[in-house]
């Protein structure tokens, strides 16, 4: 009986931590489908986090179903201008030619030093005002870790919404890290589903890795 009332009182938990899985997945095989299926778990989560006081996830939650439609978006639809010297930042399968617009499907490419730097510097300056924030204006009882988990997460997503390998190691330290908060604020079907995204996440890095090798011997 106890196991039936903990089921009914979690089922949203369980039916995000399900279908989070199933995202990673998805991304992990770069199958357009995961954005779709992120936010439906974003849809569970920001009820979840709403619950536990974890403010600043429940906001990432909400961001995330923004970027999932832009994410969407990109790696089916995505548009780039091309140049005559070199490859942009994206790398595309289809289309060429000189300060073109082209369509096709975005390839994975490596994070450039002035994109990581800008990066860097709106994650700092995110996480001290959200940790401002949460600290001053609401009850959360963890907004140093809250305020740097959401950080990564938006910075990660971004990424992730254009195909950029890195994204993985920032998944890594997000994935952990949101472990051990699970465990603090005891959201133990949530603890699973991260320990179960940071051993994806370095099934994700090798799999990623070999597209991008594809990628530099074309």
């Given amino acids: 009986m106890e196991t039936i009332n903990w089921f009914s ?10 279908a989070g899985i199933l995202y990673v997945f998805l991304e992990i095989r770069q199958n357009p489908m995961l954005w779709p299926v992120g936010i439906i778990t974003s849809g569970a989560y920001i009820i979840v986090f709403f619950t536990e006081k974890l403010y600043a996830d429940m906001s990432l939650q909400v961001y995330y179903v923004a970027i999932s439609f832009l994410g969407w978006y990109w790696w089916i639809k995505g ?41 860097a510097v709106i994650s700092i300056a995110m996480f001290f005002v959200l ?30 919404a254009r195909k950029i390998y890195e994204h993985w190691y920032l998944w890594i330290i997000v994935n952990f890290s949101m472990s051990a908060l699970c465990i603090f604020r005891g959201l133990y079907p949530t603890l699973i589903l991260y320990l179960v995204y940071a051993i ?6 090798k799999e990623w890795s070999k597209s991008l090798h594809g990628s530099e011997m074309k």
Avoid at 9 to 18: D, K, V
Avoid at 146 to 154: A, E, G, H, K, Q
Avoid at 200 to 205: D, H, I, K, T
Wanted: no cysteine; proline share 2%.
């Fill in 79 to 119: 548009k780039s201008m091309r140049k005559s010297m070199g490859k942009s930042e994206s790398e595309w399968e289809s289309g060429s030619g000189k300060n073109m617009k082209v369509k096709g499907k975005l390839k994975v490419s490596r994070l450039k030093a002035r994109t990581g730097f800008v990066l």
């Fill in 131 to 160: 940790w401002l924030a949460l600290g001053r204006y609401t009850d959360s009882p963890v907004p140093a870790a809250d305020s740097f988990i959401t950080t990564l997460s938006v910075v990660a997503t971004w990424m992730l």
């Fill in 200 to 205: 994806m996440s370095f099934a994700g890095l």
């Fill in 9 to 18: 009182g979690n089922y949203i938990e369980i039916a995000g931590a399900l």
